[in-house]
């Protein structure tokens, strides 16, 4: 129930073009759908995040899109970069509950990005 | 933006010994922080939730009295591995969060990476 499933498990991606992650979860009380980009060595950092009651955000060469009657959300990275190789998760949370906004994680998908 | 910063960030102990990692918020008030594992080339595991100035909620299978918990202000966060053990080695990542934004997004740490001998 509180499973988020990421795929692909990794990705070559060459230079300019369209990388995409996708997730699908299962616990319908999820509300807030972060992604994080997370370099070796280093903390997570925060991507980009949407709620369920748009269909899509976009920040830069990010977008998310959310299909709320799949149970999916999916990153999309236009015009991908070499700087833009990293493990990139999806992650859900309830943030109505008193629990404190866990987050569930995805597996990861580990982009990487040719010259 | 909201930094999060961890102490130390790699530290190698022998086995037996104790080891204290510390979290702090340095721009905002953290009412809640989250602790998190991370094996090699594997996702984040949360450890347990602590809230400032209540005991922490450990998830299943953590074992509150290994890995001991202290949220004293709404600034800091440490986890105390106790009597560490090779098996334990790992990297260990905080986050903090704060409910004074609508989102209430959670902002990771660095992480400090625990070698265990």
């Known amino acids: 129930q509180q499973q988020v499933k990421q795929s692909p498990q990794s990705l070559i991606v060459q230079k300019g073009g369209i990388s995409i992650i996708n997730c699908a979860y299962e616990?319908?009380?999820?509300?807030?759908f972060p992604w994080y980009q997370q370099f070796p060595g280093k903390g997570p950092a925060l991507l980009i995040a949407i709620r369920p009651d748009v269909s899509e955000k976009k920040e830069g060469r990010f977008t998310i899109s959310f299909n709320k009657s799949a149970k999916q959300f999916s990153l999309h990275i236009m015009d991908s970069q070499p700087g833009d190789s990293a493990t990139y998760f999806c992650?859900?949370?309830?943030?109505?509950?008193?629990?404190?906004?866990?987050?569930?994680f995805g597996t990861g998908t580990r982009l990487a990005v040719r010259p | 933006g909201a930094v999060v910063s961890q102490h130390p960030s790699r530290v190698i102990c022998k086995s037996g010994t104790s080891v204290k990692i510390e979290c702090r918020s340095l721009?905002?008030?953290?009412?809640?922080m989250f602790w998190y594992r991370q094996f090699p080339k594997q996702s984040l595991m949360l450890m347990a939730t602590s809230n400032e100035g209540s005991k922490a909620t450990y998830e299943q299978g953590v074992e509150k009295d290994k890995f001991l918990i202290n949220h004293a202000s709404l600034t800091l966060s440490t986890l105390t591995v106790t009597s560490a053990h090779p098996e334990d080695s790992s990297f260990y990542i905080c986050s903090a969060g704060t409910s004074e934004s609508s989102t209430d997004t959670q902002y990771f740490g660095p992480g400090t990476r625990l070698t265990v001998l």
């Open positions: 721009d905002f008030q953290a009412t809640t």
């Open positions: 992650a859900a949370s309830n943030q109505e509950k008193s629990s404190g906004d866990k987050l569930t």
């Open positions: 616990n319908t009380a999820f509300d807030y």
